[in-house]
């Protein structure tokens, strides 16, 4: 069983900046996709950005590209999104997920187990 826990959610101004933190454990971080998404009430989790175990492959939203940076460090079984020039339509819940493959996908059907979500907010 694998479980996630989110942190470094919170209130940032228009630009700033926000790193989130997805810490793993009870599973083999380094053979597992991780993905990222995020959902506001009333509407359905929006793919953001998903890396591939090894981290070779990458792929994000089009509303995040160039803002938006995932990462992962194996050795610490952690993904990071680092989120840069934030707008107000990114306030959401963001939640990390895992998947018991290797390979990055942006479907969210396909992943395993899911972390609680952390609130963004961005003011304008």
């Known amino acids: 069983q694998v479980q996630l826990v989110e942190s470094g959610g919170g209130l940032v101004q228009a630009g700033g900046s926000l790193t989130l933190s997805c810490a793993a454990s009870g599973g083999t971080f380094s053979s597992s996709a991780m993905g990222w998404f995020r959902q506001v009430p009333g509407k359905e989790h929006e793919f953001v950005a998903t890396?591939?175990?090894?981290?070779?492959?990458?792929v994000y939203a089009d509303s995040v590209k160039g803002r938006f940076t995932i990462s992962r460090d194996n050795a610490k079984s952690t993904a990071y999104l680092q989120m840069n020039s934030l707008k107000p339509e990114d306030t959401a819940v963001y939640y990390c997920?895992?998947?018991?493959?290797?390979?990055?996908?942006?479907?969210?059907?396909?992943?395993?187990?899911w972390g609680q979500g952390t609130q963004v907010t961005v003011s304008s």
């Open positions: 997920a895992a998947r018991l493959l290797r390979w990055a996908t942006r479907a969210r059907y396909e992943y395993d187990y």
């Open positions: 890396i591939s175990g090894g981290g070779g492959s990458i």
